[in-house]
């Protein structure tokens, strides 16, 4: 009887150190990086005569058209910049020309990818019919991460 009570205690004891064993706890630090994306517009550059471009990083264009003559287009090109390691989409793009005036924007569109390290040309133009006018008006864009 005593050997089968040590004999018991004995394998109790192995038991507890072989579950010891297996439920510690390792705490590993670091840091993790999966991927980061980040639509930009840049290179704002006017195309034609009485009209301005600005960016204000990261989305949004500044349009500013002076002395405009009536029933003439003026123009400006701009590029859409991916600069993440993820393909985005362009959700939507505002433009928002006072009135009496026409707004566009050529090259890129809303549901247009651009991939990792991809820039797209971009041309907005507007015109106006009333002579003798100037204008300012902003195009916004907004991007979304998109996988395919």
């Known amino acids: 009887m005593g050997m ?3 004999a018991l205690l004995l394998s109790l004891g192995i038991m507890g150190v072989g579950y010891a064993a297996w439920t510690d706890t390792i705490s590993i630090y670091g840091t993790v990086e999966t991927a980061s994306w980040g639509g930009s517009l840049s ?3 006017p195309t034609s005569a009485n009209i301005t471009l600005s ?5 949004t264009l500044n349009v500013s058209v002076s002395n405009a003559h009536a ?9 859409v910049n991916n600069a993440g390691t ?8 505002v433009l928002a020309p006072p009135s009496g005036t026409t707004a566009t924007v ?13 820039t797209k040309s971009a041309v907005v133009s507007t015109s106006t ?3 003798c006018m100037s204008y300012n ?3 916004t864009f907004t991007f979304v991460l998109w996988n395919e």
Not at 71 to 79: D, M, R
Not at 106 to 118: H, N, Y
């Open 129 to 131: 019919p009333i002579g």
């Open 106 to 118: 050529s090259g890129v569109s809303a549901g247009d990818q651009i991939d990792p390290g991809e």
């Open 137 to 139: 008006f902003t195009v």
């Open 43 to 45: 290179n704002p550059v």
């Open 4 to 6: 089968l009570s040590i």
């Open 86 to 93: 993820v393909p985005m989409r362009i959700e939507s793009i």
């Open 71 to 79: 029933n003439t287009q003026y123009t400006g090109s701009f590029k």
């Open 55 to 59: 960016v204000v990083l990261p989305d």
